[in-house]
Structures are given as C-alpha cells and as structure tokens.
C-alpha cells in the first residue's frame, strides 16, 4: 500500500516513517493504540528530536568551527576566494558533530539550516573583523595609505572606463546628463567617504553571501544525515 507526501507529493510505502524524496516525517497511525495515543512512542520521540535544536552544544560546535572558516574567508586569506565553499563545508560539519554528540534521532533540513545559520553569523563577524582590521593596520599601523590609494584610484577608474563605453552608445542629450551624474559619483568614489564606505560595503556584501552558503551548507548536512538515520516503526 502507498501513500503520498504532504509536501512532495511522492509515493510513500505505508510502513515508512519519512519521505524518501523530501525527508518529512508521515504521520502513521496504530489502530490497536492505547486510549489517548494514536502514535508509536518511539515515532513521538523521533519527531521532536528532528525539530528541537539543543543550542548550547550547537553553538559549542558552530563556534569551533566558525573561527577557522571565518579566517578562511577573510580577505587577508590567500584561501579567501573560495569562501563560500569553506563556509558551507564548516556549517555542514557543524551539523554532523551535533548530531554526533547529541544523537538524536535524526534532525530536519530546518534545524540543520538554524545551525548553519548560526555557524555563518559567527564566522562572518570573524572574517569581517580580521578583513577591516588588516585594512586598519596597512593604512594606519604600516602607513600603506599611499599604497591603498593607489589601488583604489586605479579601479575607481576601471569603472569609469567602463561607464565610458556605456555612455558612447547615448544620444548626445543623455550621454551629457549621465557624464555629469558620472562625474559626481567617482569624485565621491574617489573621497575618504565614498572608499570607506564601499569598503565596509563589499565586507559586509561577502559576509551576507557567506551566510547564505552556511545556511545551505547546514541544511545539506542535515539532508544528507537524514538518508541514514531515520528511526524504523
């Protein structure tokens, strides 16, 4: 006899406790069940273990793995540009040693999300502070300001390079206002406002990207640890 999934819609066979394609718990029934439970006690057991999320040892795990990923994926990192796969690599493994020292009986994409989540927050603080601490030390510890500058001139005016092109395919009228609105922004570009201001941007743009990819990297996990310990009936 098969049923269907509430979520996915697939063929369930009767006696399975979860979806093979999605992972979601069915509710099974006992029609000899004593009065007052209509579930198997063990399939109870199950299901809130599968959506409860024990924090104290999810954030012991998520913060030792969250400091090693954060400096990964910091700019100072040579490894910095594969952040994203360092982030949802930590947050995964951050799911896998919950469950391992927890034992449950299994856990939800949900709560793998939550605990990746979290592994991401903390180590996206962790390479957003060693990023724009580096920044300070060069500039001001160093006096690599000159250096600093320079960098940033010579990109500011890769994109005015670029505005440039855009700008030659304009009607004449158009092309003027855009290369006067163009004028503006790289001089504030260019300003101690505008190159700080972008800076803290594109930190605090990666740390957002790298929390996206903990938050998927822990839902993975979960994923992939459900194919192999859900509870029987």
Not at 36 to 54: F, H, L, M, Y
Not at 166 to 173: F, K, L, S
Request: proline residues 5%; glycine residues 8%; hydrophobic residues 50%.
């Amino acid at each position: 006899m098969e049923i269907t999934c509430t979520r996915c819609h697939q063929s369930i066979q009767a006696e399975n406790c979860y979806c093979p394609a999605c992972g979601l718990p069915q509710l099974v029934y006992a029609a000899d069940a004593p009065p007052g439970q209509t579930q198997p006690e063990r399939w109870n057991e199950a299901v809130r273990d599968a959506s409860a999320v024990e924090w104290k040892p999810a954030l012991r795990v998520a913060l030792m793995l969250a400091v090693p990923a954060g400096m990964l994926s910091s700019e100072v990192s040579v490894l910095g540009r594969y952040g994203l796969v360092w982030m949802a690599v930590a947050a995964a493994y951050a799911v896998v040693l919950y469950v391992r020292s927890q034992q449950p009986a299994w856990v939800t994409i949900g709560a793998g999300a939550r605990i990746g989540l979290v592994t991401g927050l903390m180590a996206g603080w962790v390479a957003f502070g060693i990023s724009g601490g580096a920044l300070f030390v060069q500039r001001f510890v160093l006096h690599q300001s000159s250096q600093i500058d320079a960098d940033w001139k010579f990109r500011v005016e890769v994109v005015q390079q670029a505005a440039e092109q855009v700008a030659n395919g304009m009607a004449p009228a158009d092309a003027a206002q855009a290369q006067a609105s163009r004028a503006q922004l790289l001089a504030w570009m260019l300003s101690p406002e505008g190159h700080a201001g972008l800076q803290a941007f594109g930190f605090a743009t990666s740390a957002l990207f790298l929390l996206f990819f903990a938050a998927a990297g822990g839902a993975l996990g979960a994923r992939l640890l459900a194919r192999t310990r859900r509870p029987e009936i």
